[in-house]
C-alpha cells in the first residue's frame, strides 16, 4: 500500500474509512471504533496518518496487540532511500516483463525471416540482393497494414508525410528489416560454420555504439572490465577468422552494421525531450512510409534482376500456408517495432538498444569453437553495465536523490543481481556437491565436511562465520499436540579453546566427540522433555587465538532436563574431560535459564500473512487464521 492510498482514508465525507498507521503497517480501523475503549476521537485524530508514537505511549497490553491482527491491511510501501539487493521486487518484475516483451518479438522475426522465403523458392546459399527479398516485402507490407490502422483509428497526419523524420524513420525501419534478413542468411558454401554470423556482428556492434555513445553523452569512460570483454570478443572472432567472413560473405558484416546503426537511430527518436503526441505521429507517418522505401528496394530489383523477378513472380502461386507465414511475420514485426520503441521511451534508448542485442547475442552464442569466448566477453560487458548502474545508484543515494532515480534502472540492477547469483549458485552447487559427497566418502564415517550451498551476505571483515547444527526429535517435530514442545527451561554453554595451543586440536576433537555421543542420546525414544538442541562453532574469532563453540539446549521444564543431565553418558564423560584434566585448553560459560513470564509464540497465515497467536498468552498458536480461516504454517516453538 502506498502512502497516498492511506492518506485517503482519513474518515472524510468523500471516504468515510478510517486507517491509521502503526510501525509502518496500515490498519482499518472502521469496524473498531465504537469498541475502541478509549473512544473514537483517538482513532479519529490520526486517520490517515501515523499513529505510532500514540499507540505506544498508551503502553497497550498484549490481548490489544493480538486483536490489532485482524484489522491490518498490509505494510505501507515506501520511497527506498538506497538500493538493497533482493527488496526490489516490483521493479524487477518491470523490467523482467519489459525485457520479455522487447526481446520475444524480435526474436521471433529474426527466426521468421531465417526459416522462410515468405511464399519464394528458397536459395541455398542466397547473394545479398536474393536475401535482401524477405526483408523488403516485410518492410513493404509493414507500412501498408500500418497504413490501414492509422486509418481506422482517424490517426492519418498528411503534413506529418513531408517531414524529414518521418521520412528519416521510414528509411531505417526499410534499412532495419532489410538487414535482419540479410543477416539471417545462410553461409555461402566453403564458409565454416563457427565463422560469426551476421547476427552476431551486428548484436556485437550495437553493444559497442552504446558504450561509444555514453562514453560521448554521459562522459562514463570505458571500465578495464568493459576492454577486458571487447579484448575477448576481438579473440573470439580472431580465432573464428573474422576476416575471412568480411572477404567471402561482405553482406553479412554489412547487415550487421545497419541493423545496429538503424536500431541505435530509432529507438533515440523517441527520446523523452519531445512531447509524447509529436514522437507518436512521426513514428506513425515513418511506418507508413516504410511501405514506400521498401517498394522502392522491390522495384530495383525486379528491374535488375532476373531471377528476383522470378521469385516475386511465384508468389502469386503460393499457398495459403504461405500466406499465413507471411502474415505472422508481418504482424511481429509490428510489434516487435512498437515494443522497443516503447521501452525506449520508457526505459531507456541505450536499455532498448542492449535488450534487442541481448536477444540477438542469445540466439548466436555458443560454447564450442570459440563461441565460449564471445559468451564470456558478453558476461563481462554486463558485468560492467551492472557495475556502473550500481555506480549511478550509490551517486544518487549520496546526493539525497535516490527517489527521483527512473525505476527501470533500480529493476535492471536488481535482475543483474539475482540473475549471476542464482547462476553462481548453481554454479557452486554443481561443483561443491560431488566433491562433498567423494571427501566424506573417504572420510571416517565420525567426521564429515560440509559448505553452504546458497549464498550469504558479506556483514564485514569484523564478522566471523562458522557452522551450526540443529537437532529435533522426531517426536516433537510430529507432535500434534498444542501444548506439546512448549520450552520452559533453556541451558547454554558457551566455550574456548586456543587453537594455537598444541593440545588446541585434540581438545576441540575430544569436544566434539563428546557432542556427538549426546546427540546419539538425544535420539533415544526414552529421552523425554527434549525440545531442540542448537550447536554453533566458530574455528577462529578474529583478533583472538581461540575458536568458539556455542550450544544451546530447550527442554519442557527444568525437571525433565535434570533427569537427563544426571543420568546421561555422554554428559558425564563430558564432565570427567573438564575436571580431570584431560582437556587442556577449554574454559566455558555455563547457564541455566528460566523464562519469567510466559512464552509468546506466534504463527503466521499462509493466505493473507497475518500474525497468528493464541489468545492466552504462552499457548502455541492456533493452526488456523482467525481472520481468512486459512491454515497456518504450523511452526515449532523451538
Same mark, same amino acid.
Given at each position: 500500500?502506498?502512502?497516498?492510498?492511506?492518506?485517503?482514508?482519513?474518515?472524510?465525507?468523500?471516504?468515510?474509512?478510517?486507517?491509521?498507521?502503526?510501525?509502518?503497517?496500515?490498519?482499518?480501523?472502521?469496524?473498531?471504533?465504537?469498541?475502541?475503549?478509549?473512544?473514537?476521537?483517538?482513532?479519529?485524530?490520526?486517520?490517515?496518518?501515523?499513529?505510532?508514537?500514540?499507540?505506544?505511549?498508551?503502553?497497550?497490553?498484549?490481548?490489544?496487540?493480538?486483536?490489532?491482527?485482524?484489522?491490518?491491511?498490509?505494510?505501507?510501501?515506501?520511497?527506498?532511500?538506497?538500493?538493497?539487493?533482493?527488496?526490489?521486487?516490483?521493479?524487477?518484475?518491470?523490467?523482467?516483463?519489459?525485457?520479455?516483451?522487447?526481446?520475444?518479438?524480435?526474436?521471433?522475426?529474426?527466426?521468421?525471416?531465417?526459416?522462410?522465403?515468405?511464399?519464394?523458392?528458397?536459395?541455398?546459399?542466397?547473394?545479398?540482393?536474393?536475401?535482401?527479398?524477405?526483408?523488403?516485402?516485410?518492410?513493404?507490407?509493414? *507500412?501498408?497494414?500500418?497504413?490501414?490502422?492509422?486509418?481506422?483509428?482517424?490517426?492519418?497526419?498528411?503534413?506529418?508525410?513531408?517531414?524529414?523524420?518521418?521520412?528519416?524513420?521510414?528509411?531505417?525501419?526499410?534499412?532495419?528489416?532489410?538487414?535482419?534478413?540479410?543477416?539471417?542468411?545462410?553461409?555461402?558454401?566453403?564458409?565454416?560454420?563457427?565463422?560469426?554470423?551476421?547476427?552476431?556482428?551486428?548484436?556485437?556492434?550495437?553493444?559497442?555504439?552504446?558504450?561509444?555513445?555514453?562514453?560521448?553523452?554521459?562522459?562514463?569512460?570505458?571500465?578495464?572490465?568493459?576492454?577486458?570483454?571487447?579484448?575477448?570478443?576481438?579473440?573470439?572472432?580472431?580465432?573464428?577468422?573474422?576476416?575471412?567472413?568480411?572477404?567471402?560473405?561482405?553482406?553479412?558484416?554489412?547487415?550487421?552494421?545497419?541493423?545496429?546503426?538503424?536500431?541505435?537511430?530509432?529507438?533515440?527518436?523517441?527520446?523523452? /525531450?519531445?512531447?509524447?503526441?509529436?514522437?507518436?505521429?512521426?513514428?506513425?507517418?515513418?511506418?507508413?512510409?516504410?511501405?514506400?522505401?521498401?517498394?522502392?528496394?522491390?522495384?530495383f530489383l525486379w528491374a535488375s534482376r532476373e531471377d528476383v523477378r522470378e521469385r516475386l513472380e511465384a508468389i502469386e502461386s503460393s499457398s495459403s500456408n504461405d500466406y499465413c507465414y507471411t502474415g505472422l511475420t508481418v504482424l511481429l514485426s509490428i510489434i516487435a517495432v512498437a515494443t522497443?520503441?516503447?521501452?525506449?521511451?520508457?526505459?531507456?534508448?541505450?536499455?532498448?538498444?542492449?535488450?534487442?542485442?541481448?536477444?540477438?547475442?542469445?540466439?548466436?552464442?555458443?560454447?564450442?569453437?570459440?563461441?565460449?569466448?564471445?559468451?564470456?566477453?558478453?558476461?563481462?560487458?554486463?558485468?560492467?553495465?551492472?557495475?556502473?548502474?550500481?555506480?549511478?545508484?550509490?551517486?544518487?543515494?549520496?546526493?539525497?536523490?535516490?527517489?527521483?532515480?527512473?525505476?527501470?534502472?533500480?529493476?535492471?540492477?536488481?535482475?543483474?543481481?539475482?540473475?549471476? /547469483?542464482?547462476?553462481?549458485?548453481?554454479?557452486?552447487?554443481?561443483?561443491?556437491?560431488?566433491?562433498?559427497?567423494?571427501?566424506?566418502?573417504?572420510?571416517?564415517?565420525?567426521?564429515?565436511?560440509?559448505?553452504?550451498?546458497?549464498?550469504?551476505?558479506?556483514?564485514?571483515?569484523?564478522?566471523?562465520?562458522?557452522?551450526?547444527?540443529?537437532?529435533?526429535?522426531?517426536?516433537?517435530?510430529?507432535?500434534?499436540?498444542?501444548?506439546?514442545?512448549?520450552?520452559?527451561?533453556?541451558?547454554?554453554?558457551?566455550?574456548?579453546?586456543?587453537?594455537?595451543?598444541?593440545?588446541?586440536?585434540?581438545?576441540?576433537?575430544? /569436544?566434539?566427540?563428546?557432542?556427538?555421543?549426546?546427540?546419539?542420546?538425544?535420539?533415544?525414544?526414552?529421552?523425554?522433555?527434549?525440545?531442540?538442541?542448537?550447536?554453533?562453532?566458530?574455528?577462529?574469532?578474529? *583478533?583472538? /587465538?581461540?575458536?568458539?563453540?556455542?550450544?544451546?539446549?530447550?527442554?519442557?521444564?527444568?525437571?525433565?532436563a535434570h533427569e537427563w543431565y544426571t543420568s546421561s553418558e555422554g554428559h558425564a564423560r563430558v564432565m570427567r574431560q573438564h575436571s580431570g584434566g584431560l582437556l587442556r585448553t577449554f574454559g566455558n560459560l555455563l547457564a541455566s535459564l528460566k523464562p519469567v513470564g510466559n512464552l509468546r509464540?506466534?504463527?503466521?497465515?499462509?493466505?493473507?500473512?497475518?500474525?497468528?497467536?493464541?489468545?492466552?498468552?504462552?499457548?502455541?498458536?492456533?493452526?488456523?487464521?482467525?481472520?481468512?480461516?486459512?491454515?497456518?504454517?504450523?511452526?515449532?516453538?523451538?
Amino acid at each position: 500500500m502506498r502512502e497516498q492510498d492511506l492518506a485517503a482514508k482519513n474518515g472524510s465525507a468523500f471516504d468515510p474509512d478510517v486507517w491509521i498507521e502503526v510501525d509502518g503497517i496500515a490498519y482499518d480501523v472502521t469496524p473498531f471504533l465504537k469498541d475502541h475503549p478509549g473512544g473514537e476521537a483517538p482513532l479519529r485524530k490520526h486517520a490517515g496518518g501515523d499513529a505510532s508514537q500514540a499507540f505506544h505511549r498508551v503502553r497497550h497490553s498484549m490481548k490489544a496487540r493480538m486483536t490489532m491482527q485482524k484489522y491490518m491491511v498490509g505494510p505501507i510501501v515506501r520511497g527506498a532511500t538506497r538500493y538493497r539487493i533482493f527488496e526490489h521486487g516490483e521493479e524487477l518484475a518491470s523490467v523482467f516483463l519489459e525485457g520479455i516483451i522487447n526481446s520475444l518479438p524480435l526474436g521471433l522475426v529474426a527466426c521468421l525471416l531465417g526459416w522462410g522465403g515468405l511464399g519464394m523458392p528458397p536459395l541455398s546459399a542466397p547473394d545479398i540482393e536474393s536475401a535482401a527479398l524477405p526483408g523488403l516485402i516485410v518492410a513493404t507490407l509493414f *507500412g501498408c497494414i500500418l497504413c490501414v490502422l492509422v486509418l481506422c483509428m482517424g490517426q492519418f497526419v498528411f503534413s506529418a508525410l513531408l517531414r524529414p523524420g518521418a521520412h528519416g524513420v521510414g528509411l531505417c525501419l526499410a534499412v532495419h528489416f532489410t538487414s535482419l534478413a540479410v543477416a539471417r542468411r545462410p553461409p555461402p558454401p566453403g564458409m565454416a560454420p563457427s565463422m560469426p554470423s551476421g547476427i552476431e556482428i551486428g548484436a556485437v556492434i550495437l553493444f559497442f555504439l552504446e558504450d561509444v555513445l555514453e562514453v560521448m553523452y554521459c562522459g562514463e569512460f570505458w571500465a578495464r572490465s568493459q576492454l577486458l570483454g571487447g579484448g575477448v570478443v576481438a579473440a573470439s572472432w580472431a580465432l573464428r577468422e573474422v576476416h575471412v567472413v568480411a572477404q567471402v560473405a561482405p553482406g553479412h558484416v554489412m547487415a550487421g552494421l545497419a541493423f545496429a546503426l538503424s536500431t541505435v537511430w530509432l529507438v533515440r527518436r523517441v527520446n523523452k /525531450t519531445r512531447p509524447r503526441e509529436v514522437i507518436a505521429t512521426e513514428v506513425l507517418m515513418g511506418g507508413i512510409l516504410c511501405a514506400a522505401y521498401g517498394a522502392l528496394g522491390l522495384r530495383f530489383l525486379w528491374a535488375s534482376r532476373e531471377d528476383v523477378r522470378e521469385r516475386l513472380e511465384a508468389i502469386e502461386s503460393s499457398s495459403s500456408n504461405d500466406y499465413c507465414y507471411t502474415g505472422l511475420t508481418v504482424l511481429l514485426s509490428i510489434i516487435a517495432v512498437a515494443t522497443r520503441l516503447n521501452s525506449g521511451f520508457i526505459c531507456s534508448p541505450s536499455w532498448s538498444s542492449r535488450a534487442a542485442a541481448f536477444t540477438l547475442l542469445c540466439a548466436s552464442s555458443g560454447v564450442f569453437n570459440y563461441r565460449w569466448l564471445m559468451t564470456l566477453g558478453f558476461v563481462i560487458h554486463l558485468y560492467a553495465v551492472g557495475d556502473r548502474t550500481r555506480s549511478v545508484l550509490q551517486a544518487a543515494r549520496a546526493r539525497g536523490i535516490f527517489s527521483q532515480v527512473h525505476p527501470y534502472l533500480i529493476g535492471q540492477q536488481a535482475l543483474w543481481d539475482q540473475t549471476r /547469483t542464482a547462476f553462481c549458485t548453481l554454479g557452486w552447487k554443481a561443483v561443491i556437491m560431488p566433491l562433498i559427497w567423494i571427501i566424506n566418502y573417504i572420510l571416517p564415517n565420525e567426521t564429515l565436511v560440509y559448505a553452504c550451498t546458497i549464498p550469504i551476505f558479506d556483514l564485514g571483515d569484523n564478522v566471523d562465520l562458522g557452522v551450526a547444527a540443529y537437532f529435533a526429535p522426531q517426536a516433537a517435530k510430529r507432535s500434534k499436540d498444542p501444548n506439546s514442545g512448549k520450552p520452559d527451561f533453556f541451558v547454554c554453554n558457551v566455550g574456548h579453546i586456543d587453537h594455537t595451543h598444541q593440545a588446541g586440536l585434540s581438545d576441540m576433537q575430544y /569436544t566434539m566427540n563428546a557432542l556427538g555421543a549426546c546427540w546419539s542420546e538425544f535420539k533415544k525414544p526414552e529421552v523425554k522433555g527434549m525440545i531442540a538442541n542448537v550447536v554453533a562453532v566458530f574455528p577462529h574469532i578474529s *583478533g583472538t /587465538t581461540f575458536a568458539k563453540e556455542l550450544n544451546l539446549s530447550a527442554w519442557e521444564s527444568a525437571q525433565a532436563a535434570h533427569e537427563w543431565y544426571t543420568s546421561s553418558e555422554g554428559h558425564a564423560r563430558v564432565m570427567r574431560q573438564h575436571s580431570g584434566g584431560l582437556l587442556r585448553t577449554f574454559g566455558n560459560l555455563l547457564a541455566s535459564l528460566k523464562p519469567v513470564g510466559n512464552l509468546r509464540h506466534q504463527d503466521r497465515c499462509s493466505r493473507c500473512a497475518r500474525l497468528v497467536e493464541a489468545e492466552t498468552l504462552g499457548d502455541r498458536a492456533p493452526r488456523y487464521c482467525g481472520v481468512c480461516g486459512a491454515r497456518t504454517y504450523g511452526y515449532t516453538y523451538f
